[in-house]
């Protein structure tokens, strides 16, 4: 089943935050979060596995909630080089017997402006 | 991190000849394979999974006569589109992951345009 993001798009100066949200209805094995720019595949960038985790790099991060059906992705102070689609893949809570089988959500995108 | 290749970035063919796309994991051993394919604008939709040394599971709608899947070492799966119809042109996309690690670790792509 496919999982629900939102926003579908995201407009911002250099500078802004942005938060975007991934939903399932079902609880979830696992989110991946990936960005992708045109014409390029997507660039892996956190995986989340655990109930109310938060993780993050940069300026970039996630959190999964308790129940784990939903996911967000946190972008600060955002940069021209965040410009892309983002994507989350979700793995569903079949007892770890779909390893690493993703479903993608149908994308966010954000464009970062001067 | 880790290194996913594919072969050829780009491919014109005509209608009705056979194509075939390779997907290389080049500094790590990846037991799994995944391949998506993707059209314009739109997210990414799984084909099948493939482990090494057995045969791909397909998702549905899927032909497995028409994608021909092949993981014959833990560093190399190939796909073939045989037959191919100007429906087939697409973004093809080959993801690769350890056994003991879940990320995917994507290749670059392979854009395959049928005339």
């Known amino acids: 089943q496919q999982p629900v993001q939102s926003p579908q798009a995201v407009i911002l100066r250099e500078g802004e935050d942005a938060v975007i949200n991934c939903s399932s209805s079902k609880a979830l094995y696992s989110v991946h979060w990936y960005r992708q720019k045109h014409g390029e595949a997507p660039v892996f960038l956190m995986i989340l596995l655990k109930g109310g985790e938060q993780k993050g790099h940069d300026k970039i991060s996630a959190s999964f909630n308790e129940k784990k059906q939903q996911s967000s992705l946190y972008l600060t102070a955002s940069q021209l080089s965040y410009s892309g689609t983002y994507f989350c893949?979700?793995?569903?809570?079949?007892?770890?017997?779909?390893?690493?089988?993703?479903?993608f959500g149908q994308g966010t995108i954000l464009t970062v402006h001067p | 991190g880790a290194v996913v290749s594919q072969h050829p970035s780009w491919v014109i063919c005509k209608s009705g000849t056979s194509v075939k796309i390779e997907c290389r994991s080049l500094?790590?051993?990846?037991?799994?394979m995944f391949w998506y394919r993707q059209f314009p604008k739109q997210s990414l939709m799984l084909m099948a999974t493939?482990?090494?040394?057995?045969?791909?599971?397909?998702e549905q709608g899927v032909e497995k006569d028409k994608f021909l899947i092949n993981h014959a070492s833990l560093t190399l799966s190939t796909l073939t589109v045989t037959s191919a119809h100007p429906e087939d042109s697409s973004f093809y996309i080959c993801?690769?992951?350890?056994?003991?690690?879940?990320?995917?670790?994507f290749g670059p792509g392979t854009r395959l345009t049928v005339t």
């Open positions: 500094d790590f051993q990846a037991t799994t």
């Open positions: 893949g979700t793995e569903p809570n079949a007892g770890g017997t779909s390893y690493g089988k993703l479903t």
């Open positions: 993801s690769a992951s350890e056994g003991s690690s879940y990320e995917q670790y």
């Open positions: 493939s482990n090494e040394g057995s045969k791909a599971t397909y």
